[in-house]
């Protein structure tokens, strides 16, 4: 199965602040790849598919990149409501499709 | 308004069973392929199970092969996660999600709409 690491696994920040996180594939998984946002008590949130498209309604300081086994999730402009756990996820071809560990941003 | 709603979360005793549902609303669910994902306490997300949208396929993760199964109701636009033999490592938050896909050269999957998940506790 193909595991997946995101970095850091934690993270403390300000508002205002680029913040960006990294997600690396063990094996080349050329863009399918997905990040996602989750705040405590609530179901996971779609923000970005196939590596870098924006899912629709969500803010444009948002962005994603990278193809086969480095990916990144960026905030351009840290925002009070952004602070969350995301996860991405690898959804190449079929199932299993693995979620990262998650990477925490909390408030500096 | 597109929605998923799970129920049939509760308390279960190790080696029971549980049904959960997950109703939707909003979209055409026959369309649609669907999944089950979970979350420990305090833990990231597993990916659980995957139902094509006629129910032809089928893919389970290893951690539940063999004791869970999953199905789909499209008259009743509901799907359905039976769960045997349930290991205290089985609780969880389970969520049901919708997958969609956009052909982009190539066919992307994302899971884009989400329930509000139903919680399982497994314990004597």
């Known amino acids: 199965d193909i595991q997946l690491t995101q970095s850091p696994s934690f993270l403390s920040a300000s508002v205002g602040d680029r913040v960006t996180i990294t997600c690396r594939a063990s094996?080349?998984?050329?863009?399918?790849l997905a990040w996602y946002q989750q705040k405590p008590g609530k179901a996971p949130k779609l923000l970005i598919y196939?590596?870098?498209t924006l899912q629709s309604g969500v803010p444009s300081r948002f962005s994603g990149s990278g193809s086969g086994t480095e990916f990144t999730l960026t905030i351009s402009s840290l925002q009070p409501e952004d602070f969350a756990t995301y996860y991405c996820?690898?959804?190449?071809?079929?199932?299993?499709?693995?979620f990262g560990q998650g990477t925490k941003v909390e408030i500096k | 308004e597109v929605q998923l709603v799970e129920s049939g979360g509760g308390l279960v005793q190790p080696g029971g069973s549980l049904r959960l549902s997950c109703a939707a609303s909003?979209?055409?669910?026959?369309?649609?392929?669907m999944n089950w994902v979970r979350q420990a306490p305090g833990k990231g997300l597993e990916w659980v199970s995957y139902?094509?949208?006629?129910?032809?396929?089928?893919y389970y993760a290893d951690s539940v092969k063999g004791r869970f199964t999953i199905s789909r109701d499209n008259a009743k636009n509901s799907l359905y996660l039976q769960m045997n033999s349930l290991r205290a490592e089985d609780t969880a938050v389970y969520y049901c999600?919708?997958?969609?896909?956009?052909?982009?050269?190539?066919?992307?999957?994302?899971?884009?709409?989400w329930g509000k998940g139903t919680t399982v506790t497994v314990s004597s």
């Open positions: 999600a919708r997958i969609s896909m956009v052909a982009k050269g190539y066919y992307y999957y994302y899971m884009d709409v």
């Open positions: 909003g979209f055409t669910f026959s369309s649609y392929e």
């Open positions: 139902i094509s949208s006629s129910g032809s396929t089928i």
């Open positions: 094996q080349g998984i050329s863009s399918y």
């Open positions: 196939a590596a870098s």
């Open positions: 996820q690898q959804l190449n071809s079929y199932p299993p499709w693995t």
